[in-house]
Structures are given as structure tokens and as C-alpha cells.
């Protein structure tokens, strides 16, 4: 026999179970979310730094972030989970003319969009603020208070059991197979446990979101790419609210982590494809790129078997892929975030949610963000990737 279903998602990480909740929000509550692992988070959502942030430089990621981060904020009351929100704050170190213009331009975009709070910072700002970073070549900086990080796990999780409580099914451990599609566009999915009738399928599959578009026809630019994470044995002396500190002459950033610290840097040696092992010669290069911002990182004790490694899902312009596939009605994307998945949860599923129900989104427009951007060549630039 088969089901039917107002909307299927297609992966149950923090994505996909946010688009569920804001559906059955709005209510939609026939809604099955299908999750190829036997349990939820074992895909990007579990492997990811966590971080939020509304320092951007483009208006539609700055939009959803001002969405976004209130809403953590407030995620217990709304779902009964913590999300673990620690507004510890980001802030940008700059070392040239070039990155103070930068964070010029961001600053005053970020500014006119109404975020509040946001201050740009001279060489002894930040000095304050960390005393441990090495300042010969610091000429300024950028810090949002409210900016921070939050438990993924946890998001998803109360996102998830939300959804299920207003009339959403998750089915764990079943993979999607196949996307009919008929003259109407979608028809239905087949999967391992059966067969969906549905008009409505959402693709937020992450860095396997090419290959679930692929079951429709339809091309998708996104490839997974390998990030490290290397978290620290205790390390005592930072300030106490330590920030998310990003070193803009490298990349290399690093934020509080228990009792330690969770390092991260972007390799540039790295290589698009499904490797989700730890390179043990990783914490060498962070660690030399740590000592030299932070000299005192010298004596960080780091355990390569701690470090962990996840997947970006990329797209060719480092912006989020989102609304309807070209050519195939009923289908939607939710993809291509490039690191900010986590982050921008909340505003992704009442976009989805909206576009699915009310034919487009109300939050914000997000029409730049739809994949026929990449045949029309409009892309856009998101230089503030981590």
C-alpha cells in the first residue's frame, strides 16, 4: 500500500527538521522526513563548529541571521530543548587596509539592516578583549555581542521532536531510492520502505544533496569538501567570555570549548569528495597558524585522536541554494550553505515552509538564492566565509 504525504524531506539534520517544524507550524502536518542513517545527526549537523553569526557581507545571509538568532535565543521556550545559544560574540581581526575596508563595507550593511550592537574596534579594543593575541600587525577589528554558538545536536533534536508532536513522521534508517515525476512534476518517492505519493519533496540532503537531485534529473552544484575541527586539552587563562576569534590574515579562528578550545582553519590544499577521515598531519598546520596569532598556543595540548572531520556542502558562490528546481515542480532545494547550515536553520525552514505552502517566502526575498541563479550567471559574493 502505498503512503501519501503532503511534503517529503529528504534528510533529517538540522535543515530538513527545521523545514518540518515550520511546516507543521504553519499547519502542515502530514509531513515525513526521511533519514537514511539510524539515527539523527551522524551526517554535517554532528560534525559541525556550531558558530551563528549575522557578520556577513551580503543583505540575504545578514537577513536570515537576524531571523535566525533570535530565534535560538528563544528556542527552549518555543521547543522545549536548549540550544545551547552562548552569545559570546565574533570578532574579526584585521591586519591590512584592505580587511579594515572591508569590514567597513559589512559594518555599515550590517548597520542599515538593523542589526544592533555590531562595533567596529581599534587595536586596543581587541587587545582588551583578548589580551593574548599577538598585536604587531593588528589595525583594527569588527565584534557583534550577539553573534556565538549553539549546540547543533540539540537544535535538531528539539526542531525534530516538535515537528513529530504537531503531526510530522520521522522514518530513520530508510533510504530514498528514487523521485517519480510525472507532467505535473513530482509524483511521489520510492525509498527502502516503500513507496511515498506526494506533490511536495524537499531536497536537504546536505553534501549528498547532487546525488538526491539527480533522482528528479536535475543538475545541482553542490560538492561536499572536508573540514577538521581540533579540540584542545584544558587550557586556563582565557577571558572567561572568550569570543569567536577569527584572524582574517589567515582564516585560522577559534572559539571556547568546555574547558578548552575548538580550533578550526580552512585548508586551501584541501580537495572536494567524500572524506570524512581526520588527517592527523592537520593539527600541525593549525597549530603552527594558532601560535602564530596567539603565541601562548605554543603549549596547547591537542590529542589527534579527538579531532574530527565534516562536510561542507558548496556551492559555487558560497550562498545557500533554496526554493523551487528549475524544470520540476514540486521539488525544492535546501542546500549548498557552505558552512552556515547550522546557523541559518531557522530562517531556512520558514522560507521552505512558506515557499511550499504559500507559493513564496514572506520572511525575506530569497529569490537570488534560487539555483536558476547558476544558469543566468547570478551569482553572488560572499567573501565572509569560514
Known sequence: MTRTADVVIIGAGIVGSS?????????????????????????????????????????????????????????????????????????????SRRHLDYLEANYARQVALG???????RPEDILRMVPQLRSDDIVGGSFCPTDGFVDPHSVMVGFMARAVERGAT???????????????????????????????????????????AHLAGVDLPVVPLRRMLVPTEPFPGLPE??????????????????????????DPEETPGFKTHFDPEFVEKILTRAADRVPCFADLAVDPRRGWAGLYEVSPDHHAILGPAPGVPGLFFANG????????????????????????????????LTASRFA???????????
Open 19 to 95: 523545514v518540518a517544524y515550520h511546516l507543521t507550524e504553519a499547519g502542515c502536518g502530514n509531513v515525513l522526513v526521511i533519514e537514511r542513517e539510524t539515527r539523527q545527526g551522524l551526517g554535517s549537523t554532528g560534525k559541525s563548529m556550531g558558530g551563528v553569526r549575522a557578520q556577513f557581507a551580503t543583505e540575504v545571509n545578514i537577513r536570515m541571521s537576524l531571523y535566525s538568532i533570535p530565534f535560538f535565543a528563544a528556542f527552549e521556550e518555543a521547543t522545549g530543548h536548549p540550544s545551547g545559544y552562548k552569545s559570546h560574540g565574533y570578532l574579526f581581526v584585521a591586519t
Open 115 to 121: 542589526l544592533r550592537g555590531v562595533e567596529r574596534l
Open 170 to 212: 520521522l522514518w530513520k534508517g530508510t533510504e530514498v531510492t528514487g523521485i517519480e515525476v510525472d507532467s505535473r512534476g513530482v509524483a511521489g518517492v520510492a525509498t527502502t520502505n516503500g513507496t511515498v505519493a506526494t506533490r511536495a519533496v524537499v531536497n536537504a540532503a546536505g553534501p549528498w544533496a547532487a546525488q538526491v
Open 241 to 266: 567570555r572568550l569570543p569567536m576569534v577569527i584572524d582574517m590574515t589567515t582564516g585560522f579562528h577559534f572559539r571556547p570549548e568546555g574547558v578548552g578550545l575548538l580550533l578550526a582553519w580552512n
Open 337 to 368: 550553505f557552505s558552512g552556515h547550515g547550522v546557523m541559518h536553520s531557522p530562517a531556512t525552514g520558514r522560507i521552505l515552509s512558506e515557499w511550499i505552502l504559500d507559493g513564496q517566502p514572506r520572511l525575506l526575498d530569497a529569490s537570488g
Open 376 to 386: 543566468e550567471r547570478r551569482l553572488l559574493e560572499e567573501t565572509a566565509v569560514l
